[in-house]
């Protein structure tokens, strides 16, 4: 069947049927490059009836049965004027078919400065969300090191690094970043699969594990997940994202417990001077449900909101942490003084029986 359409838009196309987008280069036509961005789709531009460009991975990807998502540039020129383009999409997943987003024309660097208008925020926040991620557990250990004592950062630092690994899973220049986009398309359901472990250890470490039997079972819940989904997705059955909704129940579930036991510990009096932490894990988890929602609703999801909250969350645990070294430093401070003062004590003892 045929049909005329406008981009971008969804169209009733069923799984393994190809796409074909077909329109008529104008008699004036001198730009340097067509693009597209794939869904998990595989790629073929055609102008007149030459083969220009094709994007299938199903020859370089180890697992999967997809295409990672990325956009596909095809050179043109003014010689291609008044020909016919034609351009196929297709992919194996339900939720891709049918998906064209929007079809850019100029010059290829053009292209990318626009592209990079609309989405640069998302990917500059998540480098510098990996950046604080690592910074705040190296930082965490060192402070444990210098201390003696355990800081929760260091879970939190985790949970900031899954959160931007999957925004730059996510990124729409990831083919910039790595020569083969699976690699952080896989890594991108990889972090959903696993970021309730973070979680769970910050949470349960901040609530001095009183609930630690409750958040047990959802840590080997997301392990055998992990496992089954990973065997899933290597032996071609079934790929990460068909996969994802378990995923999803897993970290909702877990999502839920950690509200109630917040709720539980703030109503009888476990939780005095941590109201700004709560806070900022109640917008954390917000961000979380946002983005999640958005993975159904939305061919992709940028991670913004998700990121704005950590970086709230990372802002009100880092005071809370220089608060409690304030506490640490001025408690060892007391214990010198009493020692030094024990120690002259001690000495004009000596002094006074000499």
Not at 51 to 73: C, H, M, P, Q, W
Not at 169 to 184: D, M, T, Y
Request: some cysteine; aromatic content about 10%; glycine content about 6%.
């Amino acid at each position: 069947s045929k049909e005329e359409i406008q981009l971008p838009g969804t169209f009733d196309v069923a799984p393994d049927e190809a796409m074909v987008l077909t329109l008529q280069l104008p008699a004036d036509y001198s730009e340097g490059t067509l693009a597209i961005r794939s869904s998990l789709q595989d790629v073929r531009f055609y102008i007149g009836n030459q083969l220009r460009e094709e994007y299938d991975t199903s020859n370089s990807r180890i697992f999967g049965k997809n295409s990672a998502s990325r956009y596909v540039f095809c050179a043109t020129s003014d010689k291609d004027a008044g020909k016919e383009v034609r351009i196929e999409l297709e992919t194996h997943t339900e939720k891709y078919a049918g998906v064209v987003n929007t079809l850019y024309c100029g010059e290829k660097s053009d292209i990318w400065e626009s592209i990079f208008a609309d989405y640069g925020l998302e990917t500059v926040m998540a480098f510098f969300l990996l950046f604080a991620g690592v910074v705040t557990v190296i930082f965490s250990l060192a402070l444990g090191v210098a201390y003696q004592s355990k800081f929760d950062m260091e879970y939190l630092g985790w949970c900031i690094v899954v959160a931007a690994s999957w925004m730059i899973g996510e990124s729409k220049f990831r083919q910039l970043i790595v020569p083969n986009a699976s690699v952080l398309s896989s890594l991108c359901f990889i972090m959903v699969i696993l970021c309730p472990l973070p979680i769970v250890y910050y949470i349960d470490n901040l609530q001095n594990g009183r609930y630690q039997k409750q958040y047990l079972v959802v840590e080997i819940a997301a392990c055998v997940n992990f496992v089954v989904c990973t065997i899933l997705h290597m032996a071609g059955i079934a790929d990460y994202i068909q996969t994802l909704p378990v995923a999803h129940v897993i970290l909702g579930a877990m999502l839920v417990l950690v509200v109630l036991t917040s709720l539980y510990d703030l109503v009888h009096g476990h939780i005095k001077k941590n109201y700004f932490i709560l806070a900022g894990i109640f917008l954390a988890i917000a961000g979380v449900v946002v983005e999640s929602i958005s993975a159904y609703c939305m061919v992709s999801v940028s991670g913004i909101t998700l990121g704005i909250a950590m970086i709230v969350l990372l802002f009100v645990n880092l005071l809370r942490t220089l608060r409690k070294v304030q506490r640490i430093e001025n408690t060892r401070q007391k214990r010198e003084m009493t020692k030094r003062r024990k120690q002259m004590e001690t000495m004009s003892l000596q002094l006074m029986q000499t």
